[in-house]
């Protein structure tokens, strides 16, 4: 009989019993269903339940929040009832079930540009650069640029194009690449498919609209323009399909014997001839028809609901990840007509989202526990990273949020209306002016005022009346322990026969000295920076559900214990997280990465077996950091305390660079 026994029976039957469940697994802290009726499940009665610490839908998956005792949660309630859990992997293809074929197609399109963002972002940024010292006339009464008078900035304008050439120009390879990737076929030929729609044979694809010729390949009996695609998206999205399925097909009627022929050979000759006979021009339609339209939108008639709609609406979407989804329309923007209007927007909406954190810092100026949220989330929403401000302040007390949004929607309108025009995607926030073309970087920095302004005065305003203020412990609380203290400085004094004075500096050190003989540490467990939970961006361990502690930015890849104890949880098949019980009693949780859980355990290995003892600084997993990041996962480390048991006076130290086995992160009483 298990320890959890009753506890899974209770939650089978508030889930809506076995028939409601399609698949169940787990990963180190959580439960996570598929339900065939979603509303079926008791959700408050479920988070009312001892064991679990709380839930939440993401993704068409209902996930129960246990801790690090999951594994054998899990174990009790397959088997009370009677099923048999399957791999995380089948739960997310039986969660599809519980999304619209819109969902499905926009959470396959936001996986297939999520590994390309850094490089997109790297050439905006370059780009942005490039805009500053060569295109902004600042020198000799505003007719010359900074490479005009240098031949150095000259020569490195020229240079960084090398970088900007690659980004965009090519990003029809990172695309190829990024499909055959998601859907698990072979890499390269994605990656040489990519390279035939950008190869120099081809007209460039910015060329062919003032072309005075196209040249053609000529088979006798049809012609077929040889054009390039540079910096398309619907093209090399049709094309890298076709090559999915052409290889999937192959390689299900090959034989073995022959496959490593046949295969490749077929399907990237049969997807390259599909790319640019056909594909190729209907996606080159496609995309400029939806450009066009958007186009039209941003600069026609009802350019100004449109703009209004799309600043109010583009925070909610970054909630749930569809926000990805305007790169497409961003990058078609810039191909067809030479920048966007609508990534100025977006970039926008992140600076509105930190003002209205700007808002809350100072609402909340006397509370120093939520200014250790609000102050970094703030910083970083300004800098273009929205999520800490959204998850960590604004949508915790929800008005922040929506007056971000109204400061983002006015600042839209103005953007619009004044013609802001980026010349690359991927710089959010402030530094997004480093992405505007020279002539709306004066309208954009006034865009920048208004969702400065608007959203940090209607939360100021909506938070006198909606926030309870903490300004401390209250005035009778200071009084008590004021007095308390004063009687036990008056009967120091007394006993010691000397001044109240020198009496209460006695006490002082001796309790100064007794409170730092009584503390505890928690050690450094990798080399890196130290950041508070609310910044690394999980709704689980952000929000201390699982309990409060750290986090590290990694340096290194070595996990080590940050104090004595034994090892008491391992997760075999993913080797991501182990759990220690401190000698102390206390229960804690190292997690390597944010949804590691996926990788299936490549790129971790453990060093320690359950049960075993182990002393501060001892390796517990080593782990590859270019792994977790090839495989789009952030690498931040979290070390969570699960149970304080008698623990008291816990205390987290971030915001400084840690040294392994060194450096104290948690201390405690």
Known sequence: MGKYQDDAQQLLRLVGGRENIAAVSHCMTRMRFVLNDPSKADVKAIEAMKSVKGSFTQAGQFQVIIGNTVADFYNDFVAAAGIEGVSKDAVKAAAKQNQTWIQRLLSALAEIFAPLIPAIITGGLILGFRNCIDSLYLFENGTKTLCDISRFWSGLDSFLWLIGEAVFHMLPVGICWSVTKKMGTTQMLGIVLGLTLVSGQLLNAYSVAGATEIPYWDFGFFKVNMIGYQAQ????????????????????????????????????????????????????????????????????????????????????????????????????????????????????????????????????????????????????????????????????????????????????????????????????????????????????????VITVIIPFVLTVAAGKSRLKISAGKSGEEKTAETNILEETIAETAAEADTSAENAAKEYTKEADAEKTDARK????????????????????????????????????????????????????????????????????????????????????????????????????????????????????????????????????????????KTTTIISYE
């Open 233 to 448: 998206v619907l093209p090399a999205i049709l094309a890298a399909f076709t090559l999915v399925y052409l290889e999937k097909f192959f390689r299900k009627i090959t034989p073995q014997v022959v496959s490593m022929i046949v295969v490749p050979f077929c399907s990237l000759l049969l997807a390259v001839i599909a790319a640019h006979f056909v594909l190729g021009p209907i996606g080159w339609k496609i995309g400029s028809a939806i450009s066009a339209v958007v186009y039209a939108g941003i600069t026609g008639p009802v350019k100004v609901l449109f703009a209004a709609i799309f600043g109010f609406v583009y925070a909610p979407l970054v909630i749930t990840g569809l926000h990805h989804m305007s790169n497409a329309i961003d990058m078609q923007l810039i191909a067809d007509f030479g920048g966007t209007m609508l990534w100025p927007m977006i970039a926008l909406s992140n600076i509105a989202q930190g003002s209205a954190v700007l808002g809350m810092v100072f609402l909340q100026k006397n509370d120093a526990d939520a200014q250790e949220v609000n102050i970094p989330s703030c910083i970083s929403c300004y800098l273009g990273v929205t999520e800490p401000a959204m998850f960590g302040v604004n949508l915790k007390h929800v008005f922040p949020f929506v007056c971000g949004m109204i400061g983002s929607a006015c600042a839209a309108v103005v953007s619009v209306i004044t013609g802001c025009t980026a010349n690359a995607i991927g710089v959010g926030g402030i530094p997004g002016i480093l992405s505007m073309q020279p002539r709306s970087m004066l309208s954009f920095a006034v865009c920048m």
């Open 521 to 660: 540490e928690l050690k450094a467990y990798l080399t890196g920076k130290v950041i508070p939970l609310k910044e690394v961006n999980d709704g689980v361990f952000s929000e201390g559900i699982m309990g409060e502690g750290a986090a590290i930015i990694p340096e290194d890849d070595l996990l080590c214990a940050p104090a004595d104890g034994t090892v008491s949880v391992l997760m075999e098949n993913s080797r991501h997280a182990c759990g220690l019980t401190l000698d102390c009693g206390m229960e804690i949780l190292l997690h390597i990465g944010i949804d590691t859980v996926d990788m299936q355990g490549d790129g971790f290995e453990y060093l320690v077996k359950a049960g075993q003892r182990v002393h501060a600084g001892d390796a517990l997993i080593r782990f590859d950091r270019d792994k977790i990041r090839k495989a789009g996962h952030p690498d931040v480390t979290v070390c969570i305390i699960t149970d304080q048991a008698d623990a008291q006076d816990v205390t987290i130290l971030t915001g400084m660079d840690a040294s392994v």
